[in-house]
């Protein structure tokens, strides 16, 4: 039985969903940049004249694509600042969350953003967690930051 959830409501569904059907599988092109990212690496997939990112397991066009990696910056599309977490506990430090579109590119990512005035157009880079500590997922980055605040570093 499904309930809707009214406004600021969590929506509950009852039940159990068969998981297993709906498995993706990164195809090679995928564990490429699975790799990439243990390396601290961002990359999309290069089908003829586009650049897609993230990188997919095929190009659209049915042609073959070449996975390339994505250097900055990237563009805040848009972003939300989140105070509360996903059980309505009041964050200590609210939390910037941007949409964030590399500029030569089609797609774009979702992830945290560390910056004092966030704002859409703002160029910024990723940060990486260190080597070690990287398993080949978009967890692999702490956050993105101003591409301005890079240079001081």
Same mark, same amino acid.
């Given at each position: 039985?499904?309930?809707?959830?009214?406004?600021?409501?969590?929506? *509950?569904?009852?039940?159990?969903?068969?998981?297993?059907?709906?498995?993706?599988?990164?195809?090679?092109?995928?564990?490429?940049?699975?790799?990439?990212?243990?390396?601290? %690496?961002?990359?999309? +997939?290069?089908?003829?004249? %586009?650049?897609?990112?993230?990188?997919?397991?095929?190009?659209?066009? *049915?042609?073959?694509?070449?996975?390339?990696?994505?250097?900055?910056?990237?563009?805040?599309?848009? /972003?939300? +600042?989140?105070?509360?977490?996903?059980?309505?506990?009041?964050?200590?430090?609210?939390?910037? +969350?941007?949409?964030?579109? *590399?500029?030569?590119?089609?797609?774009?990512?979702? *992830? /945290?953003?560390?910056?004092?005035?966030?704002?859409?157009?703002?160029?910024?880079?990723?940060? /990486?967690?260190?080597?070690?500590?990287?398993?080949?997922?978009?967890?692999?980055?702490?956050? /993105?930051?101003?591409?301005?605040?890079?240079?001081? %570093?």
């Amino acid at each position: 039985m499904n309930r809707r959830g009214g406004r600021g409501e969590l929506l *509950h569904v009852e039940g159990s969903m068969e998981a297993d059907k709906y498995v993706y599988p990164p195809g090679v092109l995928g564990s490429e940049a699975a790799k990439a990212l243990a390396e601290g %690496k961002l990359t999309g +997939i290069r089908c003829g004249e %586009k650049l897609i990112v993230p990188p997919r397991p095929y190009c659209p066009d *049915h042609s073959k694509g070449e996975l390339v990696e994505v250097r900055g910056p990237w563009i805040v599309e848009s /972003f939300t +600042i989140v105070y509360e977490d996903m059980y309505g506990n009041m964050l200590e430090t609210p939390q910037v +969350i941007a949409v964030l579109r *590399h500029e030569d590119a089609e797609g774009s990512i979702v *992830h /945290f953003l560390k910056a004092e005035k966030p704002r859409v157009g703002m160029r910024t880079r990723p940060v /990486f967690k260190s080597p070690e500590e990287r398993n080949g997922t978009l967890g692999d980055i702490l956050y /993105f930051e101003p591409a301005e605040q890079a240079s001081k %570093k």
